[in-house]
């Protein structure tokens, strides 16, 4: 069937079906029943060597090749066709000789019958896959190292396609959602996160799909031990292997330093001693409070207080002890206010209350509340005759009044009248001409009680 030219060691192939065996592009052999070649195409004898086929047939495949600790494997393999007629596909790695190589390939064997059915040897066809196999180890180890990467960053990566379905994601953010990566690969976004919040990521996302402009900013999410977490998210649009549109998220976890953003805030705006808002951020509401009264025609009402001869405290008891009489005097405030009610310390011994929705009647009754819980308290137990009063002066917003000052001012006319008569009692001032009316002293207790 075939002839050699001199000195060319391959045979000239005068076959056509042999020649169509050549061309095919895989190794195509065939055995006896003791493995002995009994024919193979010219990319099997270019593997053995480039051999001619005289030099093959007869021969068996460990003539040239080393099939090593894979050996019992293949030999398994081939009893199981030449002995039971089983057709087997499977992977075989073999080192070959004559190149001093491992070379992987995917091989269907099967096998050859006579007329009669009966088993006479077997039929290969193994293609080469080393390269793949090559380029998939490359590929693997790459994407083993990304992987290692991305799950110790201090950040949560995920990739997320246009049909809101996760395509990646890292350990980190597989630890927010409470679920191992495999089961958030694949599934909607509304699946892992509250209805709510997935529709608020996924319209910014649409639109970054729509624009191709990235995002950055902050965003919060509730993580899967219902505690509010703070992230900075930046999103980039990024077209997949395949052309599809998706988005690379890169999301750091800022939830310490929110908090700590948040306490240098309340810092800023609380008096440290007592608690209370400070001259600043009292001003700031009030002036709010002020707006929001003239817009909608509702009360407000101001009470302005001084802690009577508190130098005489500290003189006489110290600064500490002074301290926690303004502490004191703070918490005191604070039992006798509703949630919307501000309390602010505005200076060493003078504190405003602001009253939203409050007419001058009802502030008065808070003040006495307020001066007669001070009266009766002992604010420092180590110091038993130690007692504290206080002077108060409300008002209430005008139709006149042009700007929170001027209710400032009618509220601070009204203290000086309460420390003038005597101190320990609350005057209300309501207009800059008008007379304050008749405070409230030690006297009058029971009737400001009723």
């Known amino acids: 069937m075939a002839s050699q030219t001199p000195g060319s060691g391959a045979p000239i192939t005068t076959d056509p079906y042999r020649q169509l065996l050549d061309e095919v592009g ?3 052999y065939t055995t006896d029943l003791d493995g002995r070649y009994t024919y193979a195409n010219q990319l099997v004898l270019d593997l053995l060597g480039g051999h001619p086929l005289d030099a093959v047939l007869g021969k068996s495949f460990t003539d040239f090749v080393d099939i090593g600790e894979a ?4 030999r398994k393999t081939d009893r199981r066709v030449l002995e ?3 057709t087997i596909a499977r992977e075989e790695t073999n080192h070959i000789h004559a190149t001093g190589e491992s070379r992987s390939y995917w091989s269907i064997k099967k096998p050859l019958r006579d007329a ?3 088993i006479v040897g077997m039929l290969g066809i193994s293609h080469d896959i080393t390269e793949k196999k090559r380029l998939e180890d ?5 994407k083993e190292l990304l992987d290692t990467v991305l799950d110790n960053i201090d950040g949560l990566v995920y990739v997320k396609g246009a049909d809101r379905r996760f395509r990646y994601a890292n350990r980190h953010l597989a ?7 495999e089961q958030i690969v694949g599934r909607l976004d509304s699946e892992l996160m509250p209805r709510e919040a997935a529709d608020a990521f996924w319209e910014k996302d649409l639109r970054m799909l729509a624009t191709g402009e990235r995002y950055a900013g902050e965003e919060s999410l509730v993580d899967s031990e219902g ?3 703070h992230y900075w998210s930046v999103v980039v649009p990024w077209p997949d292997f395949n052309g599809s549109p998706a988005l690379i998220g890169l999301v750091t976890d800022i939830t310490e330093l929110h908090a700590l953003k948040e306490e240098l805030q309340r810092q800023v705006r609380t008096d440290s001693l007592t608690g209370l808002a400070n001259r600043r951020s009292f001003q700031e509401r009030a002036e709010s409070e002020f707006a929001r009264s003239r817009r909608h025609g509702t009360p407000l009402s101001l009470v302005a207080i001084d802690i009577d001869h508190f130098k005489r405290v500290n003189d006489d008891y110290g600064h500490a002890v002074g301290d926690h009489v303004l502490q004191d005097f703070a918490a005191c405030c604070q039992h006798a206010l509703r949630e919307e009610d501000l309390c602010a310390r505005t200076g060493g011994e003078e504190f405003c209350i602001l009253l939203p929705d409050t007419d001058a009647d009802a502030a008065r009754v808070i003040a006495e509340r307020i001066r007669l819980m001070t009266a009766s308290c002992r604010p420092c137990p180590e110091h038993p005759a130690l007692t504290i009063t206080a002077s108060f002066g409300v008002a209430c917003v005008e139709p006149s009044d042009p700007s929170f000052d001027t209710l400032f001012s009618r509220a601070d006319r009204a203290l000086y009248t309460a420390k003038q008569q005597g101190r320990d009692r609350t005057c209300v001032l309501h207009t800059e001409s008008a007379e304050p009316a008749a405070p409230h002293t030690a006297s009058t207790r029971h009737a400001a009680q009723d």
């Open 26 to 28: 895989a190794f195509v």
């Open 71 to 74: 050996g019992d494997t293949l």
């Open 84 to 86: 039971l007629g089983e």
């Open 116 to 118: 009669s059915g009966a």
């Open 138 to 142: 490359r590929v693997r180890q790459q």
């Open 175 to 181: 630890d927010v959602f409470g679920r191992p990566v």
């Open 227 to 229: 505690r509010l977490r």
